[in-house]
């Protein structure tokens, strides 16, 4: 079990304070859940720290990975997403660019460049575009005959972004040029299960 008493849970708010703490909102708590049973199971002697931040506007969500890095996460893991949009740009180097401490964000569950969601702007995920940050995507998981395939997931978040530019650990890669993204920063890095059918 990893709760308060055993000193496995720690809840902060995005001041790094124990209280106060925001009031509850169901569609966040359900994916609050999920991510952490699922990082408790994938490192079972890994301690959660869970930031809640007082509303989801990007600057508090900033707010609340600076105070992660701050009360020591060595990880810093992000379920939230929006399409890319001028305005963030400024948040990418005083939110998102924690040298020695991975900070990873969902891809989106939106498809390429956030078509799949009417009325968000079309794009790369942010923060996933950044390039500081690890951007994870989603796959797909089927069963036959006890042999396991994981292929990409239609609604996984994906594209270039128009924003931020690729970093050379990037840009550099061979055959880069083939994601069409030019200079800019391909999205996702890395994919593990994210679709709903299929998995968690």
Same mark, same amino acid.
């Given at each position: 079990?990893?709760?308060?008493?055993? &000193?496995?849970?720690?809840?902060?708010?995005?001041e &790094?304070?124990?209280?106060?703490?925001?009031?509850?909102?169901? &569609?966040?708590?359900? %994916? *609050?859940?999920?991510? /952490?049973q699922?990082?408790?199971?994938?490192?079972?002697?890994c301690?959660? /720290? /869970?930031i809640?931040?007082?509303?989801?506007e990007f600057?508090?969500?900033?707010a609340?990975?600076?105070?992660?890095?701050?009360?020591?996460?060595s990880v810093?893991?992000?379920?939230?997403?929006?399409?890319? %949009?001028?305005?963030?740009?400024?948040?990418?180097?005083s939110?998102?660019?924690?040298?020695?401490?991975p900070? /990873?964000?969902?891809?989106?569950?939106?498809?390429?460049?956030?078509e799949?969601?009417?009325?968000?702007?079309v794009?790369?995920?942010?923060?996933?575009?950044?390039?500081?940050?690890?951007?994870?995507?989603?796959?797909s998981?089927? %069963?036959?005959g006890?042999?396991?395939?994981?292929?990409?997931w239609?609604?996984g978040?994906?594209?270039?972004?128009?924003?931020?530019?690729?970093? #050379?650990?990037q840009?550099?890669?061979?055959?880069?040029?083939?994601?069409g993204?030019?200079? &800019?920063? #391909?999205?996702?890095?890395v994919?593990? *299960?994210?679709?709903?059918?299929?998995?968690v």
């Amino acid at each position: 079990e990893c709760a308060s008493a055993n &000193g496995c849970f720690t809840k902060l708010n995005q001041e &790094g304070k124990a209280s106060p703490l925001p009031k509850n909102e169901g &569609g966040w708590a359900a %994916e *609050i859940s999920i991510d /952490l049973q699922m990082a408790h199971a994938t490192c079972q002697n890994c301690h959660m /720290l /869970l930031i809640e931040t007082k509303s989801e506007e990007f600057g508090d969500l900033g707010a609340g990975v600076n105070a992660a890095v701050a009360a020591g996460a060595s990880v810093v893991s992000n379920s939230y997403g929006e399409g890319e %949009e001028p305005a963030y740009s400024s948040l990418a180097n005083s939110d998102f660019n924690h040298p020695g401490v991975p900070i /990873l964000a969902s891809s989106g569950d939106c498809g390429y460049i956030d078509e799949g969601c009417p009325g968000r702007p079309v794009g790369a995920s942010f923060p996933a575009d950044v390039p500081t940050v690890v951007a994870v995507g989603g796959t797909s998981l089927s %069963e036959t005959g006890g042999v396991w395939k994981s292929t990409a997931w239609e609604e996984g978040g994906s594209g270039c972004s128009t924003l931020f530019n690729a970093g #050379a650990w990037q840009s550099e890669q061979a055959g880069f040029a083939a994601t069409g993204c030019g200079a &800019g920063r #391909a999205v996702a890095d890395v994919s593990a *299960i994210g679709d709903p059918n299929t998995g968690v």
